[in-house]
């Protein structure tokens, strides 16, 4: 008698946005590498965020309030309660990742890698990047500078993406708990990181996205959200060839943010995705005389 068969494992279903990316791929074969380079982030942001402990965040609504009337960024810190044994994975293999890509030089990969390895060298460096954004007026002290030194744009590159999924956790943590609608600024009132995207909501709402913990957050259409230029004459609005996502530039500061207008789209925006999908619009823009957010 044959043994028994055991029975198969279902095949797990992949992410959206890894097939949203692999749908580009295919469309578009020139940004292939981009794509396999988003998703190897995805997939390393994924597996740590998944075993992140639960932020604890107790949000007292006069507290909630001062911050907001201060200008002040909600999540601090000592929110994220971060293990650092994680954060020195976190930022090795980013490092990694980006270095295969070719997105890092192999000096700066050295560097960070030994920056990471050596004592406690990154913990400083870490609380420093984080509140020099968040809490100018209160930021930490400014470590000495890596010795050999590190390229200043790579090694802030680097800890973006690496950080992300510590606060993106503590961003969905807290967002459902929070009511920022009187939050009127251009940087984000959880962790005072700069816009990445902006989406167009389905009442034909702006909400500006984050590039550090991919919170999101209304901001008036008619501004500029670099400059704070409302003159509609200044600006210059240019589509792709995809209906759903269009470029505002603003003829002030020559700065320009990408949109994607949900209305025209078929599924929700996806950060990981949609900033992919609008490389051509960069080099459109780029082309034009205007500088990314």
């Known amino acids: 008698m044959p043994p028994p ?19 580009i791929k295919l469309a578009q074969p020139e940004l292939s590498a981009a794509v396999d380079l988003q998703v190897e982030l995805l997939e390393l942001q994924r597996r740590l965020q998944a075993r992140l402990p639960l932020p604890w965040v107790e949000v007292d609504p006069r507290w909630l309030a001062e911050e907001q009337k201060l200008g002040r960024p909600l999540i601090r810190l000592k929110d994220l309660r971060l293990q650092w044994s994680d954060v020195r994975l976190m930022i090795r293999q980013t490092a990694d990742v980006l270095r295969r890509f070719e997105m890092l030089q192999f000096d700066d990969h050295t560097r960070i890698q030994h920056l990471v390895h050596e004592g406690h060298q990154i913990e400083p460096i870490v609380a420093y990047w984080y509140t020099a954004q968040a809490f100018p007026d209160d930021r930490a002290p400014k470590p000495p500078p890596p010795d050999p030194p590190i390229d200043a744009e790579a090694l802030d590159l680097v800890l973006q993406l690496a950080m992300r999924p510590f606060l ?4 969905e943590v807290m967002l459902p708990q929070i009511d920022v609608s009187a ?21 034909g709402d702006r909400q500006l996205i984050c590039g550090r913990c991919l919170g999101g957050w209304s901001f008036s259409a008619g501004r500029c959200p670099f400059c704070y230029n409302d003159d509609r004459t200044q600006k210059s609005t240019f589509t792709g060839r995809e209906p759903q996502y269009r470029i505002e530039a603003c003829n002030v500061c020559r700065r320009y943010i990408k949109t994607y207008d949900v ?23 780029i082309q034009k005389g205007y500088i990314g957010g």
């Not at 068969?5 to 749908?23: G, M, N, S, T, Y």
């Not at 939050?183 to 009442?203: I, Q, V, Y």
């Not at 078929?266 to 080099?283: G, K, Y």
């Open 183 to 203: 939050w009127t600024r251009a940087r984000c009132p959880l962790c005072g990181g700069d816009p990445e995207m902006a989406t167009l909501t389905s009442s």
């Open 263 to 285: 209305r025209k789209g078929t599924r929700p925006f996806m950060l990981a995705v949609d900033s992919v999908a609008t490389l051509p619009l960069d080099a459109a823009a």
């Open 168 to 171: 993106a956790r503590c961003a």
């Open 5 to 23: 068969e055991h029975p198969r494992r279902p095949v797990r279903a992949q992410p959206r946005e890894i097939v949203e990316l692999k749908q």
